[in-house]
């Protein structure tokens, strides 16, 4: 009889605090002990007994649908498993491919080279053969002249031996006509280029030694990147369906509560612009027209990036890829993490600053009166002109609409995209900056000066203050949600602390 395997034991107690579990969050849908509550619930409403909840769950059901999530689970990962095989086979020949296209760019060169190398070969033979036969019939010619001189001479022996002295004469005046003849040839030979020594040389193209000085810059071939393209999560398991139902209703932001965990100090200790969460769950924290830091996911430095000083908002384009503003250099670079090199730099005409990614697009204030939305390549996709000048240091671009703080204005302000403005928000804000969504569109913002965050309902009618200075919160810049969590981080504007904080909606 085949043997199971003992089912493990179930703890009762907390792990964090060794309580006993007594109580419930429906806000968080966990088990809490009664040191949970008052340090992370504090501020969660429906707190439950666990017992009651316990008594009211049936847990044959319950045990079902946990059975049904988990072969769904593993149908998926099994699914993931033969795509991401199937991706490596296609992989090895895109490899082949390449070396094959790498080998047919060199096997191009080389072939114009060799047809300008033998193109050269043959004109210098040509001149080579030109110049020799004009030699060869010069020497012919002096030869000519050097034997007839040579009979002269033999016949001005025999003349002056003649016994008739006018028969002498004569013939003296004849040889000498003929030797005049030579002189005067001679004398022409000054002046003839046959006479000159040639040499042979070769006049390099002056576009060699500047195609040699591109080749020695030349550091490749091309770039082979790794493009990555979104798949169908195609999962369907009981908490993702009840996250769509209520995802497809306004949250009630009467409801939603912020607690802080904890805070981390960082001490960078200067002006901060910008600080976003990327989706391994690390932190970017961007120095005021400075430098880039990256954080691991619990707020430790891990490193500066290797980019140029002078940055100001970043935005996460994928796993690997972020875009940063420089507005004194009116670009935006976008830098990629894994290789650590900047892979295109958008030029655009005006002073850029805050900047959001949505929809293979981003969103990049520009100055202080334009929104612009530009593809990756830096090509316009629409131009939203404001209405009012104002302070573009931090925007989110989402479902079709920009949402942007006006610290100066003491407002946030909702566009869409067609350049309509929806709303404006003006309540209680004191030096509004950094700001995000969660998934159901409302707007959480970091009100500086107030030592608040607040959160401005999707139709920008609605608000209620989630953390203040009372919290323990001072200075706020920039708020961000961790990828697909309802917790993130909050950066002062010194960059002295991380405070990381989790949002209920129950």
Known sequence: MASSKPSQAIKTECDKHGQQLNLYCPGHLMPCCDKCISTSHSKCTGIQSL???????????????????INSILSFL??????????IKSGE???????????????????????????????????WNQEKSKTTD???????????????????????????????????????????????????????????EFDIKMKQNDEIEKILNKLESLESLGEVMVVRTEVAMNIDTSVKRKAQVESQEQSNINNMTMNI?????????????????????????????GKVYLLTSDGELQKQLPIPDGAYSVTQINQDTIAITYPNETAIKIFN???????????????????????NSLAVGLGNDEIRIIDLEGDTLKSIQLERESDLDYLVYCNDRVIYSHYRGEAVYC?????????????????????CTDTYGNIIVADRDS????????????????????????????????????SGFICDYRGTYLTKFNLSTA
């Open 51 to 69: 017992s009651s909840v316990v008594e009211k769950t049936k847990i044959e059901k319950s045990k079902e649908s946990v059975e049904k999530d």
């Open 78 to 87: 099994e699914t993931l498993i033969n795509n991401k095989s199937k991706n």
């Open 93 to 127: 020949n895109q490899i082949g491919s390449i070396k094959k296209s790498i080998k047919g760019i060199r096997q191009e060169i080389n072939k114009h080279l060799d047809h300008l190398e033998k193109k050269l070969c043959q004109e210098t033979d040509t001149i």
């Open 138 to 196: 010069f020497i012919s010619e002096i030869e000519g002249k050097n034997k007839n001189l040579k009979e002269i001479k033999e016949h001005l022996q025999s003349v002056t031996t003649n016994t008739f002295k006018l028969q002498s004469f004569l013939g003296i005046h004849q040889i000498e006509q003929r030797v005049h003849q030579c002189q005067r040839y001679v004398e022409d030979l000054e002046k003839d280029e046959r006479v000159k």
């Open 261 to 289: 965990e904890t805070k981390i100090e960082i001490n960078i200790n200067k002006g901060i612009s910008d600080m976003i969460c990327l989706m391994d769950g690390r932190v970017i924290v961007v120095e005021w027209y």
């Open 337 to 359: 993490m894994e290789n650590e090199t900047v892979t295109k730099v958008i030029k655009l005409n005006r002073y850029c600053y805050g900047l959001s990614f949505y929809n």
């Open 415 to 435: 566009y869409d995209g067609s350049g309509k403005q929806i709303w404006q928000y003006t309540q209680d804000l004191s030096l509004p900056r950094g700001l």
């Open 451 to 486: 030592g608040r965050i607040i959160v401005v309902s999707k139709d920008g009618q609605e608000s209620k203050v989630l953390i203040s200075k009372e919290d323990g919160l001072e200075n706020p810049l920039c708020i961000s949600f961790k990828h697909n969590e309802y």
